[in-house]
């Protein structure tokens, strides 16, 4: 398997990208937003990987981060989502937001990547859920969830804050479901707030 390319730019769209290595040009489908962040034309690109191979076909799919690449893994495990859906999903939602909708078990969140609907978006869910709400809990990178790696040192603001509700007794799904609609820029003392002021509500 080609776990990264490293190498210039000689073509790039709105989701696919090609990447000169040792004289080879890989052609790789990437995220709207992989593509977008990515140099112009000419300058140096770094992808992770993950090659799909069909008996009519080999495709490489490209990520930004270790995080994406790890997020594409596990959806496309889920039955009924391919690399195209995969894809899609990651268009719309970060592995974070990702991880804390699974979590939650907000599968409305999903339905607003294309080719997703309300029964595969539940399926999604359903299927992740066990494998992404420990890894949350224990303040772990989307990384890390699937074994590998060790615990971000410092980790995501929404991260660190459903680590600090499930330390005060909350289970994982509910300080997922207090914080997946607040603003992760924030700082995580002031996430911890809101999320406690939010459950304190209902």
Do not use: W
């Amino acid at each position: 398997m080609i776990y990264c390319l490293n190498g210039k730019l000689i073509k790039k769209t709105l989701d696919m990208v090609v990447i000169s290595c040792g004289g080879v040009g890989y052609q790789v489908l990437v995220p709207t937003s992989v593509a977008a962040a990515l140099p112009a034309v000419g300058g140096e690109a770094m992808l992770y990987t993950m090659m799909n191979v069909t008996e009519t076909d080999v495709t490489l799919f490209g990520f930004a981060t270790e995080e994406q690449q790890t997020c594409f893994k596990m959806l496309t495990a889920v039955s009924g989502v391919g690399p195209k859906v995969g894809l899609a999903i990651l268009n719309v939602l970060s592995p974070e937001r990702i991880a804390l909708a699974v979590s939650a078990g907000d599968h409305k969140a999903f339905t607003a990547a294309n080719g997703v609907g309300p029964k595969l978006a539940q399926r999604i869910t359903l299927e992740l859920k066990d494998k992404v709400g420990k890894g949350l809990a224990e303040g772990l990178s989307l990384g890390d969830v699937g074994g590998m790696g060790a615990p971000a040192a410092a980790g995501g603001a929404l991260s660190q804050a459903i680590a600090a509700l499930a330390s005060l007794g909350y289970s994982a799904s509910e300080a997922a479901a207090a914080v997946a609609k607040l603003d992760e820029s924030l700082p995580v003392e002031e996430i911890i707030k809101l999320a406690l002021r939010g459950m304190a509500r209902r």
